[in-house]
């Protein structure tokens, strides 16, 4: 009868005493032991040889080794087994020794006869692992890993190990995406995929390297994935509302980030984004609503205002706009945009000075912005108040912008032909 015996006192790792042989004359001629954990009841070998191996799966090996003296108490043949479960012990120990001395080929070596006698021997099956880890063959690492798992599913050992190997590889995949090596990063985010595909990051940064390249299909599919994994991942729900708006979507956009909020009810970029669909539909009433609701939750986000200010423009409430947008300039002052709107609604109120500021905010950021320099060709010309030159200078800049070159010399010529626009 063939039965496994794992006599170690230590550590399988990283051993710290000289392996020892357990001899047969350790047990007395009539099958009794000295151990104190051994009872003189009779016991069912098979039952215990039984018991014995799923000991050693679970890597308890006291339990092991007491069902095991039981055995051998029951049935002297099985002595003759010692010396082959001495020989494991042996290589378990070298094994422990080489690791720790950096040896990690021969380490292996030593694991590998190990599990080629007993392959559901879970801790041998993870120490392949751990040499293979330090050999930096981390695929190779992953799966003996996976598979002391699988003998073993409550090995948190072999758990954290793969958790930390995809939590690095993910890392490694950031610090490429960061770097601009966007190749590199969708290459090691689909690494993370093989050994985790439950992963839910490396889902979701897929979807965005996705995004930027252009290929939205894909990204939706990456941010589905994402969701589907973890249903409150509300970062993915977002991204995946840019990513179907952007694709014509803005009914599926709408649900997704209706799906945010409900999920965190603080997030302001999700409420601000069924704001710009709102608007893009024209139903400034509901776009009024979640814009302030965004405010609400985040007052210094400063893109509700910017939206909210483009609101109250298009219904000419020129002062309500001049709030809103003097305050998303002030929150985001690299904002060109935002400048030229606000440049905007000072010329339709007539302060010109206000004007004049505003348009040179946005043309210092900008510098061919088009309607950044056809504001501010208005604000100096100050409707033949102020400055000619001035005002010229400025609408020949907004000129050269293709989108602004038609209104730019239709301004023009008002200021060098005032007479055919007389009344």
């Known amino acids: 009868m063939k039965i496994i015996l794992f006599l170690f006192s230590v550590s399988i790792l990283v051993p710290q005493t000289e392996p020892t042989s357990v001899s047969p004359d350790g047990l007395e001629s009539d099958g009794t032991t000295s151990t104190s954990s051994i009872t003189n009841d009779a016991v069912d070998v098979g039952e215990s040889l039984t018991e014995f191996q799923i ?3 679970l890597g ?3 339990k092991a080794k007491e069902l095991l003296f039981n055995a051998v108490k029951v049935n002297e043949e099985n002595r003759k087994e010692f010396d082959r479960f001495n020989d494991i012990n042996v290589k378990m120990n070298d094994g422990g020794r080489a690791m720790k001395s950096g040896q990690y080929e021969e380490a292996f070596s030593n694991y590998e006869v190990v599990v080629a006698e007993f392959p559901n021997f879970t801790e041998a099956v993870f120490s392949m692992g751990l040499a293979k880890f330090r050999l930096s063959d981390i695929e190779s690492a992953v799966n003996y890993y996976s598979s002391a798992l699988e003998l073993n599913p409550d090995h948190e050992k072999a758990r954290i190990a793969i958790d930390n190997v995809v939590k690095n590889t993910f890392n490694d995949g950031n610090n490429s995406y ?3 090596n966007l190749e590199g990063a969708m290459d090691l985010y689909y690494k993370v995929l093989t050994f985790d595909s439950t992963f839910t990051r490396a889902h979701y940064q897929i979807g965005v390297i996705e995004t930027k390249r252009g290929n939205l299909s894909i990204a939706i599919d990456a941010y589905s994935q994402a969701i589907e994994i973890d249903s409150t991942f509300y970062q993915g729900w977002f991204a995946l509302g840019l ?10 956009a709408l649900r997704c980030f209706q799906k945010a909020v409900e999920i965190d009810s603080t997030y302001a970029k999700a409420y601000s984004s069924m704001g710009d669909i709102y608007i893009k539909g024209r139903n400034y009433e509901m776009a009024i609503g979640v814009l302030n609701t965004a405010i609400a939750v985040q007052p210094n986000y400063p893109k509700p205002f910017i ?3 483009m609101i109250y423009m298009e219904m000419d409430s020129l002062e309500m706009a001049k709030f809103y947008l003097e305050k998303g300039t002030l929150l985001d002052p690299k904002n060109g945009g935002a400048w030229v709107r606000l440049a905007s609604v000072h010329n339709q109120l007539k302060d010109c000075e206000s004007a004049i500021i505003a348009a040179r905010e946005a043309t210092d950021r900008k510098k061919r912005f088009g309607a950044g320099w056809y504001e501010l060709g208005i604000a100096e010309w100050c409707n033949g108040k102020g400055n000619k030159t001035a005002a010229l200078n400025a609408l020949e800049k907004a000129r050269e912008d293709r989108s602004w070159r038609q209104m730019a010399e239709y301004e023009i010529d ?4 005032p007479a055919k626009y007389e009344e």
């Open 243 to 252: 990513a179907q708006n952007k694709y014509g979507n803005s009914s599926d």
């Open 178 to 180: 960061r770097r601009g």
């Open 307 to 309: 939206s909210l200010g």
């Open 60 to 62: 308890n090996m006291e």
């Open 55 to 57: 000991a050693l799966r």
């Open 414 to 417: 008002k200021i060098k032909n």
